[in-house]
Structures are given as structure tokens and as C-alpha cells.
């Protein structure tokens, strides 16, 4: 199965696209990862990418798109993936076409207000990816497996005020772009695992 997880910064795209890839055995491609660990490593695309990461704009277009190309010739996609945090244009909706087939898209529909209130509280695990926030988990390690929690250098209040705007203005019209995949998911006030079960029974209905 291939899917897309659309939805605003801190909408909860990460947790939800964790629970999915272990019911369905698909793989999570997060173009945000792929470029913090090319940053990480000092690759050619972790230098084209850091300034704009750190502003809060999107790399360009042609550097994502190359990378993100090339993610998808992995074996580990050959069984199916879902993409966390691409596309976020038009363009680059118009040439995931070109690369892919995509069997659904899962809007993530979080209010304004609560978004606002996760975003300066995100911690992430540094070995397992697991997500949390201080306003529910005040520990500084992960309840999985132990290893210190971080925050992301770009979860800062200059930041994510631009990566919101950026959101509204260039991502969320790829709802309309995807209007016949699409499945919106209300983002659950009791938690994530509430807001996981009706996304996974559609997915459920999409492999009968
Ligand atoms: P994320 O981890 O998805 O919040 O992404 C973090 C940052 O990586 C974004 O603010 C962008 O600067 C960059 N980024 C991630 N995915 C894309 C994309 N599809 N197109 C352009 N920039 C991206």
C-alpha cells in the first residue's frame, strides 16, 4: 500500500504514520529525517538543505525531489510505503505522479489552537523516533527504551509561525489535488491512538 500523510506541522503526522507502519508492514518516509540525517552525516544535500531548515522554508524542489526519488528505489519500499511530509506542493505532487502510483491520501485535521499549544513542547527519542510532549511526559528519556529525548532545532517559536504560514499557503492545497484519494482523519482529542482507529479501519478496507 502506498500512502500519503498530509497535515500541518505538529498535526501528529509522525505518531500516526508509526502506528500504520506496524499494522500494514509498510515503511515510513519522512523527507524532514532523510534531511536531518543527510545534515547529520554532512551529505551535499544535508548543506543545500540546512539553511532553508533552519529558516523554516522548504528546500527546493529539486533537491527534495532527487532525494526522495532515489528513498523509493529502496527495497525495504518494495512492499509499500507512507510518506510523512511529502509532498508539500503542488510541483512536487505533479512529479511524485511521475515517479509513483499513490493508493491513498490521509489528511491529518488538527485545530489551530491545539497545534499552537504542542509545538514548543515536542520532544523526539533520539535512537527510536518515539514522539512526546512535556505537557503529558515530563521525563528526559524515552518510556520505550531509555534513550535521552531532544527537541528539534527548528521547534522554535520564530520557526514554526513561518512553517505554519508555509503549510496553509503551499501544502494544504494538495486536499483538493488529492480529492478522490483522500481521507480525512480528525485529530482526537483523547490521543493518538483514538485518532489511529478510524484511519486504520479505512486502510483495512482499501486491502478487502
Ligand atoms: P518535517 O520534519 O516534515 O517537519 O520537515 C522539517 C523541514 O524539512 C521543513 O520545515 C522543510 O524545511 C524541510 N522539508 C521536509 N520535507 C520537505 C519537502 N517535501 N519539501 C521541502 N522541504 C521539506
Keep these: 500500500m502506498?500512502?500519503?500523510?498530509?497535515?500541518?506541522?505538529?498535526?501528529?503526522?509522525?505518531?500516526?504514520?508509526?502506528?500504520?507502519?506496524?499494522?500494514?508492514?509498510?515503511?515510513?518516509i519522512s523527507t524532514g529525517d532523510l534531511f536531518r540525517e543527510n545534515i547529520k552525516n554532512g551529505t551535499e544535500v544535508g548543506l543545500k538543505a540546512k539553511s532553508y531548515m533552519?529558516?523554516?522554508?522548504?528546500?527546493?524542489?529539486?533537491?527534495?525531489?532527487?532525494?526522495?526519488?532515489?528513498?523509493?528505489?529502496?527495497?525495504?519500499?518494495?512492499n509499500g510505503f507512507i510518506l510523512d511530509g511529502f509532498p508539500r506542493s503542488i510541483p512536487q505532487a505533479e512529479a511524485l505522479k511521475e515517479i509513483t502510483d499513490i493508493d491513498a491520501v490521509i489528511a491529518l485535521d488538527v485545530p489551530t489552537d491545539e497545534i499552537k499549544r504542542r509545538c514548543v513542547g515536542r520532544r523526539i527519542c533520539s535512537k527510536c523516533g518515539e514522539?512526546?510532549?512535556?505537557?503529558?511526559?515530563?521525563?528526559?528519556?524515552?518510556?520505550?527504551c531509555?534513550?535521552?529525548?531532544?527537541?528539534?532545532?527548528?521547534?522554535?517559536l520564530e520557526t514554526i509561525t513561518l512553517r505554519l504560514e508555509?503549510?496553509?499557503?503551499?501544502?494544504?492545497?494538495?486536499?483538493?489535488?488529492?480529492?478522490?484519494?483522500?481521507?480525512?482523519?480528525?485529530g482526537s482529542q483523547e490521543g493518538p491512538e483514538e485518532t489511529y482507529k478510524p484511519v486504520k479501519n479505512f486502510l483495512k478496507g482499501l486491502l478487502k
Excluded: H
Excluded at 2 to 26: C, E, V, Y
Excluded at 146 to 156: A, E, M, T, V
Design 146 to 156: 531509555g534513550s535521552p529525548l531532544f527537541q528539534r532545532d527548528d521547534d522554535n
Design 131 to 144: 514522539i512526546y510532549n512535556t505537557s503529558s511526559y515530563s521525563k528526559p528519556t524515552c518510556e520505550k
Design 2 to 28: 502506498r500512502i500519503i500523510l498530509l497535515g500541518a506541522p505538529f498535526s501528529g503526522k509522525g505518531t500516526l504514520a508509526r502506528n500504520i507502519m506496524k499494522d500494514f508492514n509498510i515503511v515510513q
Design 54 to 78: 533552519d529558516k523554516g522554508e522548504l528546500v527546493p524542489d529539486a533537491v527534495t525531489i532527487e532525494m526522495l526519488k532515489e528513498r523509493l528505489k529502496c527495497d525495504d519500499c518494495k
Design 166 to 186: 508555509v503549510y496553509e499557503k503551499t501544502t494544504a492545497p494538495l486536499i483538493n489535488f488529492y480529492a478522490d484519494k483522500l481521507y480525512v482523519a480528525k
